[in-house]
């Protein structure tokens, strides 16, 4: 009964297979043939719609990739200046700071005392300095002018040494000019001078009286020549009238030697006179230009001293003090304490831009700037036009220079308060470029890198 039961469930287990088989035979059949049936009768509208689209859209991406252009924007580190650049006072010595005179913001013309570091030379020997060069320029002036002479109490330090050159050379002119040492000379060989033509006027005289005297006693030496020769006189009478013919004869010949002497010392008389004029005026010019060296010698020092130890305002302007100074405050070398700001309302600004953006800049082109320190989303940005370009790179980065349009007035109409050499990010608008060829030139630059 067992084995009964077990055919007959595997009986019914096949037949409920092979009845489950033919259903799903039977359903496959179905679908392929609504498969076949709808392939076969594809609609008309929907390829001629669809190519249709797609060419439509085809030919909207390309008109949209022409009409859609828009600029690079190259970006560079920007400094902002004036067209005359801010002047800084750097200190070339160390120190305390003594005084300060004018407070950070005020107006300055050039000379203005700012502030002054202890030195070793004090304001009232500066102003003896001072008023001492002031004398002896009037002595250039006038000679006569009175020399002061130094007091030795007082010690000027690193000046003394050009200061006792100064006074040195000063009295040497002085003396020069004033003491007629030189006048006195040639005057003494002036007076030379008139004596030796007085000499040669009585020696021409001397030799006019001999020479009628010679021409008297010619004529008697030719009657006794002539009755010597005749036999009238006799030979000694003879000899002693040539004896006094040749006599004068001697005499006048000595007078020109004389007077020929007398023409060759008036001559060096004369040259030496020449000579010592032309000594004074070599030796004053000598000392002038000697006592001129040494003024600008101690100008030159105090110019130093005042660089060293006092600031002055170099040009006019609005004072900048680059940090909070206080007095007796200790002073590194090389501190930069003030900056002037001359009176310019024209800012320009300089970016650097980096070699490979620079071939697309050009001058003409708009720039604006994000400074630092005023954000550009409350501030807004500064505006300009590039003007300059450098042609020479520095370290791989070129400059361009942009002058603003609105000064400090940004685009959301702030007025920025102007900071000695301030920084930001220069942003440079270069010409429009088409979406289609920026497509053109990715595509190139793929295929060069294959």
């Excluded at 050009?362 to 630092?372: H, K, L, S, T, Y």
Aim: net charge negative.
């Amino acid at each position: 009964m067992p084995d009964l039961k077990e055919d007959i469930s595997k009986k019914e287990e096949v037949k409920t297979s092979a009845e489950q088989q033919a259903v799903s035979d039977r359903t496959d059949e179905i679908r392929s043939e609504d498969v076949n049936d709808i392939l076969s009768h594809v609609p008309s509208w929907m390829i001629r719609w669809g190519i249709t689209l797609i060419f439509t859209l085809i030919l909207l991406l390309l008109f949209l990739s022409w009409l859609i252009k828009y600029p690079d924007i190259i970006t560079g580190p920007a400094e902002l200046t004036t067209e005359n650049p801010a002047v800084r006072l750097v200190t070339n010595t160390g120190g305390r700071m003594q005084a300060i005179i004018l407070e950070d913001g005020a107006k300055v013309k050039p000379g203005d005392n700012i502030a002054a570091l202890e030195s070793p030379l004090s304001q009232d020997e500066l102003s003896y300095i001072m008023d001492f060069a002031l004398n002896i320029y009037d002595l250039l002036d006038d000679p006569v002018v009175v020399l002061e002479q130094p007091d030795p109490k007082i010690s000027l330090g690193a000046l003394q040494a050009p200061f006792n050159t100064m006074w040195s050379t000063a009295f040497e002119y002085r003396t020069m000019m004033t003491d007629g040492y030189e006048e006195l000379r040639i005057a003494s060989l002036e007076e030379k001078e008139r004596q030796s033509q007085d000499l040669i006027y009585i020696a021409d005289r001397q030799i006019q009286i001999v020479t009628s005297e010679l021409d008297a006693r010619r004529e008697v030496y030719l009657d006794n020549q002539r009755l010597y020769n005749e036999g009238i006189i006799g030979k000694m009478e003879f000899y002693t009238e040539e004896a006094t013919f040749r006599q004068k004869e001697m005499e006048l010949e000595n007078l020109k030697r004389s007077r020929t002497e007398l023409d060759i010392s008036m001559a060096n008389l004369q040259q030496e006179i020449r000579d010592r004029r032309h000594e004074v005026v070599l030796k004053t010019e000598q000392l002038r230009s000697n006592l001129v060296l040494q003024l600008n010698t101690v100008r030159s020092a105090l110019e130093e001293w005042k660089i060293n130890y006092h600031f002055v305002a170099p040009v006019e302007g609005e004072l900048v003090h680059l940090d909070s100074w206080n007095e007796g405050q200790f002073i590194k070398p090389g501190t930069e304490l003030f900056a002037v700001v001359p009176d310019d309302k024209s800012y320009k600004v300089h970016i650097q831009v980096p070699a490979q953006g620079y071939g697309k800049i050009e001058i003409g082109q708009r720039a604006r700037i994000d400074v630092n320190g005023y954000p550009a989303a409350e501030y807004g940005y500064l505006q300009g036009t590039i003007v300059e370009l450098k042609e020479m790179s520095l370290e791989g980065q070129y400059l361009a220079t942009v002058l603003l349009d609105d000064g400090l007035k940004t685009t959301h109409r702030v007025t920025l308060t102007y900071v000695p050499e301030m920084t930001g990010t220069g942003q440079i608008v270069t010409e429009d470029m088409r979406l289609f060829q920026r497509l053109f030139v990715n595509i190139r630059k793929a295929i060069n890198r294959e």
